[in-house]
């Protein structure tokens, strides 16, 4: 605590650590402490102790880090046969070398170490070695990659907590280069995963295919596969995305993808995206997905007057057939299959989606919106309309509202006489229209903000230099900021804006002019010509920021939050960091729920002794539509005059 807070005593912890470790260094070879040993390791609670220190004294300082680097590499190397006792040993040291300024062959060797503790057979030395390892992957990544497999292989473990750590870490690994191997293992453990974190799961698994997909052809049949696996767990959002890639494919991943989405929801109707995914897309391309000479056989033709396919097959009387839940798991190492379904076919799965109890209303509209769609793709076989038609006239009389109005609709423009204008309304859709939202820098690894600022950062107060009066000193400090990520900033510029400069006491003939001044501290309104620049505008939220001058070196920002969807907004959470040179103090807001319609406000006030150019880094979250949603923003559009 005293080093954290004071660099005379940083310093001096960091003259200490070539004498401890010394004393490490006789604990290990085994000439001190003999009459404490366990197991045949010297005092290994001494040993565990000191360790410790070393990790404190030694964090900020690399000379101190390189006094312990042999003896921590004397410490790792140790056998680990004497059970629990090396294993704790193992751990404290390998959680040292990650936690002081070492070289990358002290890293790779404690990253080795919780290789070594995470294959073996004790749960309790898994699981902790996955929580450094999870540290570990911020500041080397290469060095964790060469335990996947390991990793890996502890995604089916037969303890909760070990397969919730190891599918946090494996995430994290997840790049370019080894996708394809990790996404299909993550996709293999997605059923064993706790039903709690699935659905994170699944978020997580759309963003790295999404992320990572080195063809549009990988990225769709991962999708396809992660909506089998886990379609109930999918975002709305992830599905529109996904679809939208579809749209503006060309007309073989068209093809390719619509049959392998047929074969699934031949399969399995349980998992509601897949369902969702699997009826539009057949829908809409339905002429893609059976046979080129299917729609031109003479012999649905000649068939249509007794209602029959192409195979002489009664399509009215398998209308509304049992579909499949999905019992059989999916083969994941097999590709997808291509079947090549005749119209009937087509038909005969819609209108037994529609009509599935396990389905959803949603996808049961979007079904009956299907049989429509393939009605006018299949044109030219009156058999198939008229058993499109008999489909739709099964749900004219639903209790749904929704779902009769559009069998009712659907069957009226199957009407003849509505031959002239059928074709414009079940044309092909455009690409879904949505807002594209990046993922967040840190959705394959949410810890990582933490994780980074404790392994790659010094304590602010270490850091001597005053980059007010030192510009070259502010400048190295902004160059070595820019190469940090977003979320690392934030947390750096917070911890070290500087100390608040004392206020000169009003006199006592001033007492009335500064009981106005206490007053109008605490007003949110600013004045009448005020400007609000937009900030945000996404979900439903808005913030704009209206500047106002307090002082001669003090700006009032007032932040209005304003809910312009149709559901509430909860949860509000508003974090601003300014640079070093700045000091922000930041008001409670005025509320943290917004119904619609309805706005709340905050009060930031900015000292800006150095009048530089305002800069603010925000981070906002909150909860709308059931979703929690979290942005990183940088604003720096005021004017010069708002200094």
Same mark, same amino acid.
């Given at each position: 605590e005293l080093s954290g807070r004071s660099a005379a005593a940083a310093d001096a912890a960091a003259a200490l650590v070539p004498e401890l470790a010394r004393q490490l260094r006789e604990l290990a070879t085994g000439a001190g402490g003999g009459e404490h040993?366990?197991?045949?390791?010297?005092?290994?609670?001494?040993?565990?102790?000191?360790?410790?220190?070393?990790?404190?004294?030694?964090?900020?300082?690399?000379?101190?880090?390189?006094?312990?680097?042999?003896?921590?590499?004397?410490?790792?190397?140790?056998?680990?046969?004497?059970?629990?006792?090396?294993?704790?040993?193992?751990?404290?040291?390998?959680?040292?070398a990650l936690a002081i300024p070492a070289g990358a062959?002290?890293?790779?060797?404690?990253?080795?170490v919780l290789g070594r503790l995470l294959a073996r057979a004790d749960s309790n030395a898994r699981c902790v070695a996955l929580g450094a390892l999870a540290t570990a992957v911020v500041a080397d990544a290469a060095a964790v990659q060469r335990h996947r497999a390991t990793v890996l292989a502890r995604l089916r473990d037969d303890d909760a907590t070990i397969r919730r750590r190891a599918l946090d870490l494996a995430f994290a690994l997840v790049d370019a280069d080894n996708a394809p191997a990790v996404v299909r293992e993550i996709l293999r453990a997605l059923p064993h995963v706790d039903a709690d974190q699935r659905a994170s799961a699944a978020y997580r698994l759309a963003a790295a295919v999404a992320l990572f997909a080195a063809s549009r052809e990988w990225h769709v049949d991962r999708m396809l596969r992660l909506l089998a696996v886990a379609g109930a767990h999918v975002r709305a959002r992830d599905l529109f995305r996904f679809l939208r890639l579809v749209a503006t494919a060309d007309?073989?991943? @068209?093809?390719?993808? /619509?049959? %392998? &989405?047929?074969?699934? +929801?031949?399969?399995? !109707?349980?998992?509601?995206?897949?369902?969702?995914?699997?009826?539009?897309?057949?829908?809409?391309?339905?002429?893609?997905?059976?046979?080129?000479?299917?729609?031109?056989?003479?012999?649905?033709?000649?068939?249509?007057?007794?209602?029959?396919?192409?195979?002489?097959?009664?399509?009215?009387?398998?209308?509304?057939?049992?579909?499949?839940?999905?019992?059989?798991?999916?083969?994941?190492?097999?590709?997808?299959? @291509?079947?090549?379904? /005749?119209? %009937? &076919?087509?038909?005969? +799965?819609?209108?037994? !989606?529609?009509?599935?109890?396990a389905v959803s209303p949603a996808a049961r509209h979007m079904a009956l919106t299907a049989l429509a769609k393939a009605a006018g793709r299949f044109a030219a076989l009156p058999a198939v309309v008229a058993s499109v038609r008999a489909a739709l006239a099964q749900h004219t009389h639903a209790v749904d509202a929704e779902q009769q109005a559009r069998a009712a609709e659907f069957d009226a423009l199957l009407r003849r006489e509505l031959d002239p204008v059928r074709a414009a309304v079940v044309e092909r859709m455009p690409p879904p229209e949505y807002a594209e939202v990046p993922y967040d820098e840190y959705v394959l690894n949410p810890a990582a903000m933490r994780m980074k600022a404790l392994t790659l950062f010094r304590p602010p107060e270490l850091i001597a230099a005053d980059p007010a009066a030192d510009p070259a000193g502010d400048s190295a400090a902004r160059a070595e900021a820019s190469r940090q990520s977003v979320v690392s900033d934030l947390l750096?510029?917070?911890?070290?804006?500087?100390?608040?400069?004392?206020?000169?006491?009003?006199?006592?003939?001033?007492?009335?002019?500064a009981a106005a001044d206490l007053l109008a501290a605490t007003s949110l309104s600013p004045p009448a010509d005020a400007v609000a620049y937009p900030v945000f505008h996404q979900h439903g939220l808005r913030l704009t920021l209206t500047p106002s001058k307090r002082a001669a070196h003090v700006v009032d920002l007032r932040a209005d939050f304003t809910n312009t969807g149709d559901s509430a907004v909860s949860g509000l959470a508003f974090q601003v960091a300014v640079p070093k040179s700045q000091k922000i103090q930041i008001h409670p807001p005025s509320g943290q729920h917004i119904s619609a319609g309805s706005s709340v406000s905050q009060l930031l006030r900015v000292s800006n002794p150095t009048q530089a150019q305002l800069r603010l880094r925000m981070k906002i979250a909150f909860t709308a539509d059931a979703q929690t949603h979290e942005h990183m923003l940088d604003f720096s559009g005021f004017p010069s005059t708002v200094v």
């Open positions: 040993g366990v197991r045949g390791i010297g005092d290994p609670f001494l040993q565990a102790a000191l360790l410790r220190l070393v990790r404190v004294a030694a964090r900020g300082s690399a000379a101190a880090a390189d006094a312990a680097g042999d003896v921590l590499a004397l410490v790792g190397a140790q056998d680990d046969a004497a059970g629990n006792v090396a294993t704790a040993l193992l751990y404290e040291c390998a959680v040292t062959a002290l890293r790779g060797l404690a990253v080795n007309a073989p991943l @068209q093809r390719r993808a /619509a049959r %392998a &989405a047929f074969a699934l +929801l031949e399969r399995d !109707v349980s998992q509601d995206k897949l369902v969702q995914a699997g009826v539009w897309l057949t829908g809409e391309y339905a002429d893609l997905l059976v046979p080129a000479d299917s729609q031109a056989s003479a012999n649905d033709s000649a068939n249509a007057s007794a209602g029959l396919d192409a195979d002489g097959l009664d399509i009215l009387g398998a209308l509304g057939a049992p579909v499949s839940t999905g019992d059989e798991p999916l083969d994941l190492d097999a590709d997808l299959p @291509q079947p090549a379904p /005749a119209p %009937a &076919a087509v038909v005969r +799965l819609l209108a037994s !989606v529609a009509r599935a109890p750096n510029l917070m911890d070290e804006a500087p100390a608040p400069s004392p206020q000169p006491q009003p006199a006592a003939a001033d007492l009335p002019a």
